[in-house]
């Protein structure tokens, strides 16, 4: 049986689920299933290997931050047949997150609304899942590990808490991400503007060149940048990216813009708004950065993938990798390989 047959009859199940519970159900369900050695006999994507930041990925579609917090379900992940798992973002202390009800589905847009609030059991829990895992044990594959700053840390002090979990995660991590655009930690994207931008990128490549030396290991940084940007603020972000020697920029987080989803139930819910309706924001922001970037550094498009097609336009607007979340909510795991056979031998423009 085909992985969307499968996702088809799951479907309804979980949709009439909260889509927080549906969450919470899935995941662990996936991990039975990976311990019982099901989820390998859905197979994999042909290997077509992509080399972005130094790094070899087996296949240009990686798992996206957000779906994994705890870095609890990687093998499960694993077995999906994704380029690159991303876990996270974790913070240096456990937080619960924001009030519940935070996360709501708007099928009529094939989109979804969050405002968690980086909930997650903090570093060194983390970094303990990630340990635990045989995908990390056994250097499986590219493992992303995503980072960012406690709700109640003023955001003057916000470099500290991503120094604090940049040391820790540092030497079990392919990549590390540095969250700076998720709309639902008061005053985070405050970050982006560019002298808050400039101070934490230069304290966050002091920092990585000290633990390269320490570990005699390089691990690539990538910046998470928001979909909510005009012209000048992305070539300001730019401008900072390549002359503080960042590796690469993942584009884009979810936006707050509630234009695709006016009116609709749900539409005017807080926090930030992932799937179809960020796609065409998400590809601005890429075409934006290439157009300033060039080949300085590589693009890890994100946002609103849907389909295989969704994950070429992505290539055409100027990505080298992408990431899937909110797509596998509406279309299942078969959405991995869907889209890497679309991007199969095909190059970032």
Same mark, same amino acid.
């Given at each position: 049986?085909?992985?969307?047959?499968?996702?088809?009859?799951?479907?309804?199940?979980?949709?009439s689920m909260?889509?927080?519970?549906?969450?919470?159900?899935?995941?662990? &369900?996936?991990?039975?299933?990976?311990?019982?050695?099901?989820?390998?006999?859905?197979?994999?994507?042909?290997?077509?290997?992509?080399?972005?930041?130094?790094?070899?990925?087996?296949?240009?579609?990686?798992?996206?931050?957000?779906?994994?917090?705890?870095?609890?379900?990687?093998? &499960?992940?694993?077995?999906?047949?994704?380029?690159?798992?991303?876990?996270?973002?974790?913070?240096?202390? &456990?937080?619960?997150?924001?009030?519940?009800?935070?996360?709501?589905?708007?099928?009529?847009?094939?989109?979804?609304?969050?405002?968690?609030?980086?909930?997650?059991?903090?570093?060194?829990?983390?970094?303990?899942?990630?340990?635990?895992?045989?995908?990390?044990?056994?250097?499986?594959?590219?493992?992303?590990?995503?980072?960012?700053?406690?709700?109640?840390?003023?955001?003057?002090?916000?470099?500290?808490?991503?120094?604090?979990?940049?040391?820790?995660?540092?030497?079990?991590?392919?990549y590390v991400?540095?969250?700076?655009?998720?709309?639902?930690?008061?005053?985070?994207?405050?970050?982006?503007?560019?002298?808050?931008?400039?101070?934490?990128?230069?304290?966050?490549?002091?920092?990585?060149?000290?633990?390269?030396?320490?570990?005699?290991?390089?691990?690539?940084?990538?910046?998470?940048?928001?979909?909510?940007?005009?012209? *000048?603020?992305?070539?300001?972000?730019?401008?900072?990216?390549?002359r503080h020697?960042?590796?690469?920029?993942?584009?884009?987080?979810?936006?707050?813009?509630?234009? &695709?989803?006016?009116?609709?139930?749900?539409?005017? *819910?807080?926090?930030?708004?992932?799937?179809?309706?960020?796609? *065409?924001?998400?590809?601005?922001?890429?075409?934006?950065?290439?157009? *300033?970037?060039?080949?300085?550094?590589?693009?890890?498009?994100?946002?609103?993938?849907?389909?295989?097609?969704?994950?070429?336009?992505?290539?055409?607007?100027?990505?080298?990798?992408?990431?899937?979340?909110?797509?596998?909510?509406?279309?299942?795991?078969?959405?991995?390989?869907?889209?890497?056979?679309?991007?199969?031998?095909?190059?970032?423009?």
């Open positions: 049986m085909s992985k969307k047959f499968l996702y088809s009859l799951a479907r309804p199940l979980l949709f909260d889509a927080e519970a549906a969450h919470h159900f899935t995941l662990p &369900a996936l991990k039975r299933a990976a311990a019982l050695g099901l989820t390998k006999l859905a197979g994999k994507p042909a290997a077509d290997p992509r080399t972005v930041m130094g790094i070899t990925f087996p296949n240009p579609v990686g798992l996206a931050a957000g779906l994994d917090k705890d870095g609890a379900f990687i093998d &499960a992940l694993a077995d999906m047949g994704f380029g690159s798992i991303e876990v996270g973002t974790v913070t240096p202390r &456990a937080q619960a997150g924001n009030p519940k009800p935070r996360m709501f589905r708007l099928p009529q847009a094939q989109g979804i609304i969050n405002r968690m609030g980086f909930n997650n059991g903090g570093v060194d829990a983390f970094v303990a899942n990630v340990q635990a895992s045989k995908f990390y044990q056994e250097r499986a594959g590219v493992l992303g590990l995503n980072i960012g700053k406690n709700a109640d840390t003023p955001i003057e002090k916000a470099a500290d808490d991503y120094l604090l979990c940049l040391e820790k995660v540092y030497p079990y991590a392919s991400t540095v969250n700076i655009s998720s709309p639902n930690t008061k005053n985070l994207r405050q970050l982006q503007g560019a002298s808050e931008l400039d101070a934490l990128l230069s304290q966050l490549k002091a920092a990585q060149a000290r633990l390269a030396d320490q570990h005699q290991r390089y691990v690539p940084l990538a910046l998470k940048i928001a979909p909510d940007m005009d012209g *000048e603020q992305v070539k300001s972000i730019a401008d900072s990216l390549t020697g960042i590796d690469g920029v993942i584009a884009t987080n979810t936006t707050l813009s509630r234009s &695709a989803v006016a009116g609709m139930e749900h539409g005017a *819910e807080a926090g930030g708004l992932s799937g179809a309706p960020v796609f *065409e924001l998400s590809n601005t922001v890429i075409r934006l950065l290439k157009a *300033e970037l060039g080949d300085a550094l590589p693009i890890i498009g994100v946002g609103g993938i849907m389909q295989g097609g969704d994950a070429v336009a992505k290539f055409e607007a100027g990505a080298q990798l992408v990431q899937l979340y909110s797509g596998l909510i509406y279309a299942g795991p078969a959405l991995v390989g869907d889209c890497a056979r679309a991007l199969r031998g095909k190059q970032a423009r």
